[in-house]
């Protein structure tokens, strides 16, 4: 998804205009029309838990409940699919294809109808084909080095009726593919290097470092400069404390904590105090995060003056009957 994403801005900084840049599954989607969509783990994944819990299974069924196995199920018929094979013909050559199979007929069977299998999608496109030249217009293969097996049927079919140009680097070549191939020279690859850091902390002070470097030179743009990872948990909270100390404004793509914001602090002290009740501490803990305007401002500078901290404060009426006793304590009344 992040190639996909990557595209779609660099033709946006190109003023592209009418281009649509999409995946093979969503250009099935797009020919068959409709409300028509691939079916994504959030609706695979449920469907198969529901099999492996309801139905029998001759090989598999010692471990169909076990943690773990609708992910390996899951990770088996998207390799099956992608790899175009018919598990309706394999279901009798061995009990693992067959339950394979059993499993491929419930997912369809429940799975909501706007959902469809990568092998129904594709064949549901294939019978729409007429409309490829008026729904698609000029295709491009860009970016792509190669191609699973369950959509190359679909390509040379769209390359018979509407212009499907592939574009791949010299070396490449794809005997099955019918339609013309555009050459292109391969870009020589950049340079990188590595440097190892002790543990979060340092890796975030020198990844700072390096991106203060790069924009020291003048030679490039802070939009160009990405810091990236797998897995960013370990790391978020040492870049949102370092980089504003460094007066660095990173963007967090995946989006950064409430907590780390004065607002979520202030929400999540009002939330204490609407799930949990009024006490001293809390009412306390949501002033200090209050923004002075247009909140913080209105309340007296000394509006805790004559207040007891010992005192616990469980309800409004307490803090009516406390806060009025100590007005003569205030200097604003």
Excluded at 65 to 84: E, I, K, T, Y
Excluded at 131 to 141: D, E
């Amino acid at each position: 998804m992040l190639a996909l994403r990557s595209a779609r801005v660099a033709a946006a900084r190109g003023g592209a205009i009418g281009r649509e840049i999409v995946t093979l599954p969503l250009l099935a989607a797009r020919l068959v029309g409709g409300f028509a969509t691939p079916a994504g783990t959030d609706v695979l994944y449920p469907a198969i838990q529901a099999a492996l819990s309801s139905e029998s299974f001759d090989d598999i069924g010692t471990v169909a409940r076990l943690p773990g196995m609708p992910r390996a199920v899951l990770h088996a018929l998207d390799s099956a699919w992608l790899a175009d094979l018919d598990l309706s013909s394999m279901a009798g050559e061995t009990p693992r294809f067959g339950d394979l199979h059993r499993i491929e007929i419930f997912v369809r069977d429940h799975i909501p109808p706007a959902h469809m299998l990568p092998r129904d999608l594709r064949d549901a496109a294939n019978r729409r084909l007429d409309r490829a030249r008026s729904l698609l217009g000029p295709v491009t293969l860009s970016g792509v080095v190669d191609v699973d097996p369950l959509w190359r049927p679909l390509l040379n079919e769209l390359a018979r009726v509407t212009d499907l140009t592939w574009e791949q680097p010299a070396p490449l070549e794809q005997a099955w593919f019918r339609g013309p191939i555009e050459r292109r020279t391969a870009t020589t690859p950049v340079r990188t290097s590595a440097e190892a850091s002790a543990d979060p902390k340092s890796e975030v002070i020198e990844a700072l470092r390096w991106t203060r470097q790069l924009l020291a030179t003048g030679k490039v743009q802070a939009q160009d400069i990405a810091i990236a990872a797998t897995s960013t948990q370990d790391w978020d909270d040492h870049f949102l404390a370092y980089a504003r100390s460094a007066g660095l404004p990173l963007h967090f793509s995946h989006g950064v904590p409430a907590l780390s914001t004065p607002e979520g602090q202030a929400c999540a002290a009002l939330a204490d105090i609407l799930a949990n009740g009024l006490n001293q501490e809390r009412v306390w803990r949501l002033i200090r995060r209050l923004p002075a305007h247009p909140y913080a401002s209105r309340l007296p500078p000394d509006w805790f003056a004559a207040i007891p901290r010992s005192a616990g404060l469980r309800s409004l009426d307490q803090w009516r009957e406390v806060l009025a006793a100590a007005r003569p304590r205030r200097d604003d009344g």
